[in-house]
């Protein structure tokens, strides 16, 4: 068996014991009439809004390609879209994503220092979109983290974004470029490339973003509809199960969750993702079927577009390709 399909079968594995353990740990047999009482047009809904998400970062993919100066299909976003669904759940630390939609936009005849730029900016407009929240999100749920105060917080995420926006400025200017060849002086030369080509594409995002303010702010709302509409699955389940809930609060946990995400080991932030949804809304579900519904949400947010994104790979470039990419 190929390492390709040893890193599946691990995958499909992994996932289904997780899976299995979070429902075995949580389910109580006496929380099964919310799950007899489930109704039907939710489901109609949560699929409207995945499309949704789903057009919405397909949209900003297609946007920040012309930004670049270069064009797409909706359909070649798409596919770089689900590419990174797919290698992020097999790789660790869900870095075979970024290389997978660089390997995509490759393919639709964009140039790869180009691509690198343009999937930095898409990962840096929700990570962006996401820490702009967090302030509000502090603000109005005090028991998120209830040893900090919400005060403390609320402080440490306007200080956040103050070093970005600041960070932004340094990058900008040609004192980076001095103290990187500085710092770098002694290093050695094959780390030292590196280091230098990911401040290149740092860089080049950042130059991109300011170049086209107008376009890039509807990059950043595409961004934010985007995940808006995936995350708002979550709510829209617990309606289906007559669950009462204050719709601020799901939201803002769902965004801090997603935050942590970004920066799991685990492929794709399995197991984390299952056990940080059960710790923070198991006090807000009936208990015995938060494990469900973490379960039910990561099946629409992450598993779905796995398997269609390794339907694309296999259609575009085909199953001895992957073979050799995914290591």
């Known amino acids: 068996m190929g390492k390709f399909y040893k890193r599946l079968l691990f995958l499909i594995l992994f996932t289904g014991a997780i899976s299995g353990a979070v429902i075995y740990f949580t389910l109580d047999i006496n929380a099964l009439p919310y799950l007899t009482a489930f109704r039907p047009w939710s489901l109609v809904v949560v699929a409207l809004l995945w499309v949704v998400g789903m057009y919405f970062d397909g949209t900003r993919l297609l946007h920040l390609v012309r930004i670049a100066g270069h064009r797409i299909t909706l359909l070649q976003a798409?596919?770089?879209?689900?590419?990174?669904?797919?290698?992020?759940?097999?790789?660790?630390?869900?870095?075979?994503?970024?290389v997978a939609q660089v390997m995509f936009l490759k393919r639709s005849g964009v140039p790869i220092g180009t691509a690198g730029v343009v999937v930095f900016i898409r990962t840096l407009m929700s990570i962006l979109f996401l820490?702009?929240?967090l302030p509000f999100i502090f603000s109005f749920d005090p028991d998120l983290l209830p040893w900090i105060s919400?005060?403390?917080?609320?402080?440490?995420?306007?200080?956040?974004?103050g070093s970005s926006?600041?960070?932004i400025w340094f990058l900008r200017s040609g004192t980076s470029t001095l103290l990187l060849v500085k710092w770098t002086k002694r290093i050695k030369p094959v780390r030292?490339?590196?280091?230098?080509?990911?401040?290149?594409?740092?860089?080049g995002a950042v130059f991109m973003m300011l170049a086209s303010p107008v376009s890039m702010f509807r990059?950043?709302?595409?961004?934010?509809?985007?995940?808006?509409?995936?995350?708002?699955?979550?709510p829209i389940m617990f309606m289906g199960l007559g669950i009462d809930f204050a719709w601020n609060i799901v939201m803002g946990r769902m965004i801090f969750i997603n935050i942590l995400l970004y920066f799991a080991p685990t492929p794709g932030g399995s197991g984390i993702a299952e056990g940080g949804f059960v710790l923070l809304f198991g006090p807000l579900v009936p208990q015995g079927i938060v494990g469900i519904l973490a379960v039910a949400w990561r099946i629409v947010q992450e598993y779905v577009p796995f398997i269609i994104g390794f339907y694309f790979a296999i259609k575009v470039f085909g199953r001895d390709y992957l073979m050799n990419e995914v290591k």
Request: glycine share 4%; charged share 10%.
């Open 78 to 98: 798409v596919q770089v879209i689900f590419s990174n669904y797919f290698l992020a759940l097999l790789t660790p630390g869900a870095t075979g994503g970024a």
């Open 131 to 133: 820490l702009l929240c």
């Open 165 to 167: 926006a600041l960070l």
């Open 192 to 203: 030292r490339r590196k280091i230098f080509a990911l401040y290149r594409d740092i860089r």
């Open 219 to 234: 990059v950043f709302a595409e961004s934010a509809a985007s995940l808006v509409s995936l995350y708002s699955v979550v």
């Open 150 to 161: 919400p005060q403390v917080l609320v402080a440490v995420s306007v200080l956040m974004l």
